[in-house]
């Protein structure tokens, strides 16, 4: 079973959950997700960081990532998780490219 995290924009968060879910019972895949902040609590840098280094762990275990940029949105951190990804032979599939099918069974 391959690991894929997905990234994107908190402001895709529903969408987030929507894919995680198709790729999880459609595909057998196993997906890391961000944290997402329901509860709408206020973030400090410190814990801005440790949610960003969180995430780069995630990418690390993960064989790929999957970048949810819906209307080609892709924000900085985001753009951040893709280098970080890239940097450590991660491939990257994006939402728009309508590409999951041909990354889940050609990787």
Same mark, same amino acid.
Do not use: A, K, R, V
């Given at each position: 079973m391959e690991t894929v995290t997905?990234? &994107?924009s908190m402001r =895709? +968060?529903?969408e987030m959950k929507e894919i995680a879910f198709m790729l999880e019972s459609r595909y &057998?895949?196993?997906v890391l997700q961000c944290t997402?902040?329901?509860q709408g609590a206020e973030i400090t840098? $410190?814990?801005l960081e440790n949610l960003e280094q969180a995430h780069f762990v995630k990418i690390s275990l993960s064989d790929w990532i999957y970048v949810v $940029?819906? &209307?080609h949105y892709i924000g900085d951190a985001v753009r951040k998780e893709i280098a970080y990804a890239e940097e450590h032979g991660k491939k990257v599939v =994006?939402? +728009?490219n309508r590409l999951y099918d041909t990354a889940v069974h050609h990787t």
């Open positions: 997905i990234c &994107g =895709f +968060s529903q &057998g895949l196993n997402y902040n329901e840098p $410190d814990m $940029d819906i &209307g =994006f939402h +728009s």
